[in-house]
Structures are given as C-alpha cells and as structure tokens.
C-alpha cells in the first residue's frame, strides 16, 4: 500500500508525528457525536439498583430485535413465523445464531452499507474470518462504557499510556536501532510493538517503559508477562506509585499472569471481556469481582442442550451491534455464574461472574521473535479474503505447518501472498512455512476448533 510505503521510508520523529495525526483523527470520530452523552450517563449509572439495570436492559433488548426485524434481511426471514416478544425473559423463542451461520449470512445480517459503517475484522480464536459493521453511534458508546470503565481507575485520555496491541509500526532501522515502539505525543500513548517481544529485546523493552513512566498499560497480557518476567528475572526495579492500573485486552488472564505482572509493575490488574464483533461487556471491579454489564445486553449461559445453567456456553445479545445485529449469538466462550445472591461492595448491582473460561491461552513460537500471541495469530487474516479458517501446527521449532481452507471463488495467489507476508511480519524470515490447503480441519476430541497446535512447548524455557 502506498500510505503504508511512505509511512516506511519516514525519520522516526515523522512517525512518532503521523501517529498522533491519524490518532487525532480517529478519536475525533470515537469521541465525537454521542459519545460525551454516554459517557456521562454511565458515569451516573454506576448506582443503579438490579431492578432499574434490568428495566433499561429489558427496554433495550426490545428495541434491538424490533429494530432488526425491520432492518436486517436475514433477522426478517429468522423471525418471520416466531412471534417475538416484547420482554427480554421470553428470549429462549428466538434461535441461536451461531458463528459459522453469522459468516455464511453476513451481508443480510449487516443493516448498513460499508460507506456508513465503522469495520471491524476478528479472526476471533476459530480462525474464520469475519466483518462487522459499526455504527459511528454504536462505536461511540462502546468507547464510552469502556472509559466509564477505565475511569474507575483514574484514567482518561491524554494520561500516559503504555499500549500493547496487534499494530505493526515498526520498520527495519526500529528494529536495528532496538527501538520497538512509536509515540502519539499529543495523547501520550506510546504503542510497543507486538511482534517484537523476545528474550533479546526485552531489555529495551523495559528499560523504555521505566524511563517513560505510563500511568497506565493497556493490551496483550501475555507481552506485558514476558516484559515483567524478565524484569523479575533480571532484578530491575520498577519505580512504585507510577502506574496506576493494567487493563489487559483479547486474552484471557491467567494466574500466573497476576502473580508475575501486579507485584512487579506495582499495580493492580483489571480484566474486562468484549470481542471484536461487538459483545457486551463484563468489567472487573475494584474488589476483584467481575460483573456482567447489564446495560450492554443480555448474558445467557446454556447447556449443551440449550437449557440455562450456571456454567456453560454463553450466548449474547448486544445493544451496541446495530450496524450488525447479533441476538443471541453463540459467541464460542463459556463462562461461570457466580451464586445469584452474593453482592459485591464495590456497590455495583450488576451480577457477577465467577470465571470466564473458554478462549484458550495458546502461541507458536518463532526463534527469531519470541512467542507470537493467539490476538497476533488471528491478525494474520488481516487483508486478506476467502480463508474460511485455518489452523497452525508448530512440530519443531524452525517449521510452521499452516492447515488452510479457502473458498476457491475468491481466494488466489495474490491473497496467499498477503497472508504469507502477515506470517512473515511475526514470526521473521528464518522460519520454514509450509501451506496445506485441505477441505476440512479436523476438530480436537473435545469438539473445539484450534486454531494454534503448539507441540514444542516442552523445548522451551521458562
Ligand atoms: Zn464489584
């Protein structure tokens, strides 16, 4: 791309500033329009009592189907002989949506052209790419609730921010010069390269974010791990009273994460759940508690025969999906409830959840770059089309095997590059790649799709 290649042969300095340019014109839009307008109701909201949270969810839940009904082709025919309800306790009449049919349907599930729309593309953890569409409005309350969130903690845009997310931004001479990350000065968030985290770089990794002091750390869990590991290792000492909180994204939190990153960044973790598609939020609080976000939509955790229970799969519906509708979508997690009459004294009514299970905390492993995330696994779909899914089995530790199926109408030899050169941006150029393309991927016994095999792990040190 040509942005991309003048972005490229840039001095670090116009980089840092072509960051802060596109940032500028990317909050503009997140926080523009109604965005202030949320931002201040959930801030309000924060004391609602159970019954006023299941009245606004039960008024929402209404307006979301009636909306789709009238504006999504594919919910029309859905509900066409299904007398859908105005209560949010009558749900179980409507079917289950479930990823693979979301894909297959997905033009007449959109409710809005591409022009209008904010994108958004998941690998998700099945390896099957997929597109949503935002609403600019939608997109705004979603940064809205995620900063009401945030803001618990003391945090708001323009406080110092560590970033740790799937973007690559770093060139060749970055690279060379131990220089993993770029600044958007104007709103102080400095992103660190993803793809760059290995034992022979960590060093600068530390040593930069000390020397920069973030309020804040936002993004991979598993990168801000191997940073506190090393640091922990190596006896550095992170100054205290600094950072203020972590708020890890995409992936799910381990306890040994905990242990190893609160103690050493001298800060306290909290964890949140959302997905690229638009799921509804569940906040950890500041006793430690995770609470569903009733506001955002409905939460219902179900057997395998699609009877409620209290731990099991969960199916959302989400209020701020408009553009792409997703009601009582099986979204491919499970979660467990927490006893329906414990109340939490962070004095939010929302109920609580005792564990979110379900996405699997797995990485391949490139000798030239460290270990390589299951959000960065996903990222390799990026710009790329007609891979159905695809699977990665790492044998031994130069050899990649990628399982791939196509849909062979769309997918070429141009896509095969793009997607080859994706891999390449993560794992380095040592690496041996081999594509199979296969008619099906078999699934794991438990009937779970993997899309990462990592077969080495007994070969690497802790
Ligand atoms: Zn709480």
């Known amino acids: 791309m040509k942005g991309e290649y003048i972005y490229q042969t840039l001095p670090h300095f116009f980089q840092n500033l072509m960051v802060s340019l596109y940032n500028k014109l990317m909050y503009k839009k997140r926080y523009g329009g109604e965005y202030k307008e949320y931002l201040d109701r959930f801030i309000k909201n924060r004391t609602l009592s159970l019954t006023q949270l299941k009245e606004i969810q039960n008024e929402r839940f209404v307006d979301l189907v009636n909306f789709s009904k009238v504006n999504s082709p594919f919910y029309r025919s859905l509900y066409n002989n299904i007398e859908t309800s105005s209560s949010v306790n009558e749900i179980s009449k409507l079917p289950i949506l479930d990823k693979e049919l979301l894909r297959k349907e997905i033009d007449n599930v959109r409710t809005i052209s591409s022009r209008q729309a904010i994108h958004s593309k998941t690998g998700g953890t099945t390896g099957k790419s997929l597109e949503v569409y935002f609403t600019t409005e939608n997109m705004q309350e979603r940064f809205a609730m995620l900063d009401d969130f945030r803001g618990r903690y003391g945090y708001e845009l323009g406080k110092k921010t560590a970033w740790f997310s799937g973007k690559s931004l770093l ?65 550095y000492k992170y100054p205290e009273r600094v950072t203020k909180a972590i708020f890890p994204t995409a992936e799910t939190i381990t306890s040994e994460m905990r242990e190893i990153i609160e103690p050493f960044f001298h800060s306290k973790m909290f964890n949140q759940y959302a997905s690229s598609e638009g799921a509804p939020f569940i906040f950890e609080c500041s006793e430690g508690n995770l609470h569903l976000e009733l506001q955002s939509g409905v939460f219902e955790v179900l057997d395998d025969d699609d009877q409620p229970t209290t731990s099991g799969k969960l199916i959302v519906t989400s209020f701020t999906t408009y553009g792409t509708p997703l009601i009582r979508y099986d979204i491919g997690d499970s979660i467990t409830l927490e006893n329906e009459n414990k109340t939490c004294s962070c004095g939010n009514k929302n109920p609580m959840v005792r564990e979110i299970l379900g996405r699997i905390d797995d990485y391949i492993f490139s000798p030239e770059n460290g270990k390589i995330n299951l959000g960065n696994v996903s990222n390799t779909l990026k710009d790329t089309k007609g891979i159905i899914r695809f699977q990665v089995i790492q044998n031994e530790l130069n050899t990649l095997e990628l399982f791939v199926e196509t849909d062979k109408v769309v997918y070429n030899k141009k896509i095969e590059d793009k997607f080859l050169q994706n891999w ?11 594509i199979h393309y296969v008619d099906n991927i078999p699934v794991e016994k438990s009937g779970k799709f993997r899309i990462v095999k990592n077969n080495i792990k007994h070969l690497l040190s802790e």
């Open 171 to 235: 060139t060749k001479r970055d690279v060379r010069k131990h220089r993993f990350w770029k600044t958007d000065l104007v709103h102080k968030v400095r992103y660190y390269s993803t793809f760059h985290i290995k034992e022979d770089n960590l060093k600068y990794y530390l040593e930069d974010i000390i020397q920069f002091q973030p309020e804040y750390l936002v993004g991979f869990p598993s990168n801000i791990l191997e940073i506190a590991k090393y640091g922990t290792r190596y006896g």
């Open 424 to 434: 390449r941006d993560r794992v380095g150029n040592k690496m041996e790649i081999s």
